[in-house]
């Protein structure tokens, strides 16, 4: 006799995301920083900065900081972030 | 009610019920615990005790948008070693969960590693045998274990909330197994907790907080309301200093003897919630004497952090063996980001 059980996991819903295609070269690109606000955050994008634009001819960054970092970025936030070519998303805890 | 209606899980055959386990096991599908095999039967069992549907949604994670059906909850809750009585309060706490000011996704994440504390108040506490007196917060009573261990399966399978992927706890606390008591109804003249959250009297009721591991506190030796409290505001100054310094919600769970020091002296839970806010605070400089300088200094050290944002931020429960001077603080996760939420049992979706 055997035993039929029930998986319990609940599967992810709605259309699988994929990751933007890789830029082939950052010069002349936008790109934009998210803040996590986490404390160690703000500094660490600091160099960041300085080393896309001085080693990697990024033409310009677009910084902006959640609000809070357990809940995700407010729409207009991510609105003021699509203009950029490529987005770093970081946690500086 | 369930039993024409599909079930969506992928099902799998095993000998018994020891096989079963060891799928279970061999898959991370559990809290490292024996699990009770999840069978069509059972399942359809506690869904019909709360009158859903298997694929009613009862609730949906706000962050990361998972719609939870009701037949996963009554998955959790058969794995748990629950018994289908118990399903509309585990409904409950999922829906209260589900509520963006609980912050389900942060404190499931968090390195900071908390665990839903839950208090059951109103007459289903009694209807199912939970316990409120001996060992509240530990071993023994079968309601008490299996809701608060659904809690944390359900987190697990269908929420993802597994340690070290989306679970990223340092440290965790054994309130991560399960964490669930009810409220001291009978042997206390105080308002219930749900009530004073909003429930109308009679009606039973789920209380619901991301906190920390609990602490233990001790004052055998006084009959004076506010002799006693200033031990709990210490224990909650010294989670301060030593935690998390940023205001929320804590829980106070007061035992028999000290609620009849309180009780005597006239106090409500209202006279000591005052009582609470106004001492729980601290300087941002007495981080110094904790070892943390380095941080006291980054903002002005004269600023005074409160541990609750007002009164009401303070969570009273009456709860605990009869004998015996001990107490307990039930710090929350982080501060303000995830609060308390009370959720009727029963109540609309």
Request: charged share 20%; net charge neutral; glycine share 10%.
């Amino acid at each position: 006799m055997t035993l039929r059980v029930l998986d319990p996991r609940l599967d992810a819903e709605g259309e699988a995301v994929t990751m933007a295609p890789s830029l082939t070269s950052l010069h002349g690109t936008v790109v934009g920083l998210l803040d996590n606000a986490k404390i160690g955050t703000e500094t660490y994008l600091d160099h960041i900065e300085v080393i896309l634009k001085s080693r990697f001819g990024v033409r310009e960054v677009i910084r902006r900081r959640k609000p809070d970092a357990s809940r995700p970025v407010p729409p207009e936030m991510l609105g003021e972030l699509s203009g950029a070519d490529a987005i770093l998303s970081a946690v500086g805890d | 009610m369930s039993n024409d209606r599909p079930l969506a899980s992928r099902s799998y055959d095993v000998a018994d019920a020891d096989a079963a386990n060891e799928l279970f096991q061999k898959n991370g599908w559990t809290d490292g615990l024996p699990i009770v095999p999840p069978t069509e039967a059972s399942v359809r069992a506690f869904l019909d005790a709360a009158s859903l549907a298997p694929a009613d949604v009862v609730g949906v994670e706000p962050v990361r948008r998972r719609h939870i059906t009701a037949e996963k909850v009554a998955i959790a809750a058969v794995m748990a070693g629950g018994r289908p009585d118990y399903m509309p309060v585990v409904v409950a706490i999922v829906q209260a969960m589900c509520e963006p000011p609980f912050g389900l996704h942060g404190s499931t994440a968090s390195t900071g590693g908390s665990a839903p504390f839950i208090v059951v108040n109103g007459p289903v506490a009694t209807l199912i045998g939970m316990n409120a007196t001996h060992n509240v917060l530990a071993n023994g009573n079968r309601a008490n274990a299996t809701i608060g261990r659904a809690t944390r399966l359900l987190i697990v399978n269908a929420l993802g909330g597994i340690p070290g992927q989306l679970d990223r706890s340092t440290l965790g606390h054994p309130g991560k197994f399960t964490f669930c008591i009810a409220e001291d109804e009978e042997d206390s003249p105080w308002a219930p907790l749900a009530s004073e959250r909003g429930v109308a009297l009679g009606a039973s009721a789920v209380t619901v907080m991301a906190a920390e591991s609990p602490h233990q506190v001790m004052n055998d030796w006084t009959r004076d309301p506010r002799d006693l409290l200033t031990t709990y505001v210490a224990g909650i100054r010294a989670n301060m200093l030593t935690y998390s310094i940023w205001a929320g919600n804590y829980a106070l769970i007061v035992p028999k003897q000290h609620r009849n020091v309180l009780v005597k002296a006239g106090w409500s839970k209202k006279d000591i919630r005052e009582y609470v806010f106004e001492g729980a605070r601290v300087t941002r400089r007495e981080w110094r004497t904790v070892g943390k300088a380095a941080v006291a200094s980054r903002k002005d050290e004269d600023q005074v952090y409160t541990a609750l944002r007002s009164p009401d931020d303070l969570l009273v429960v009456a709860a605990g063996g009869p004998a015996g001077g001990f107490g307990m603080i039930v710090p929350p996760w982080y501060g303000s980001k995830a609060l308390a939420v009370t959720k009727t049992i029963g109540g609309p979706r």
